[in-house]
Structure formats: C-alpha cells, structure tokens
C-alpha cells in the first residue's frame, strides 16, 4: 500500500455525473498528508458497494481458542499463553 488511509471523503458532480471518492494518508498533526482520487460512474460505484458487502459479510476468520478476530498474519492469542478473560 501507499499510504494507511485516514479520511474518506465522498462528492458528486452533477455536470458530468460523477462521484468522487478522496482518499486522505493518516498522518501526524505537523505533517501534510498524501491524498489520491477516484472518479467513477453511478453504475461503478453500485458495482464497488456490491463488492465491498460482500466483503464486510464475509468477515475475518475467528480464533478458535479465545473467540477474537485473526488478520491474515494471524494474530497474538492470549489463551496460547495461559490468560483466561
């Protein structure tokens, strides 16, 4: 990735028919963030929010010893060293 995002921004120009989605880096106070944008059709926009439900549905896999979220690396499992909650 270039950048972790950490703000959104979302608009519509109605002369072209157009959104835009504006994608700002999370950064310090002091520091200037990147920002990238996205232009792209209603029909797009209905395509990339069908894909993003499917995604947000599906979830992450789920830890079988302490019931937590696991990200793709996997994750640190309290339970595999003794902590009970």
């Given at each position: 990735p270039?950048?972790?995002?950490?703000?959104?921004?979302?608009?519509?120009?109605?002369?072209?028919?157009?959104?835009?989605?504006?994608?700002?880096?999370?950064?310090?106070?002091?520091?200037?963030?990147?920002?990238?944008s996205?232009?792209?059709?209603?029909d797009?926009?209905?395509?990339?929010?069908?894909?993003?439900?499917?995604?947000?549905?599906?979830?992450?896999?789920?830890?079988?010893?302490?019931?937590?979220?696991?990200?793709?690396?996997?994750?640190?499992?309290?339970?595999?060293?003794?902590?009970?909650?």
């Amino acid at each position: 990735p270039l950048f972790r995002v950490g703000n959104l921004g979302l608009g519509f120009n109605e002369q072209v028919n157009r959104i835009v989605i504006v994608a700002y880096e999370l950064v310090a106070d002091e520091d200037d963030p990147n920002v990238v944008s996205f232009w792209a059709t209603p029909d797009q926009i209905k395509i990339l929010v069908e894909h993003t439900q499917g995604v947000v549905k599906s979830g992450r896999p789920i830890c079988g010893n302490c019931g937590d979220p696991m990200d793709a690396g996997g994750h640190f499992c309290a339970h595999r060293n003794g902590y009970i909650r």
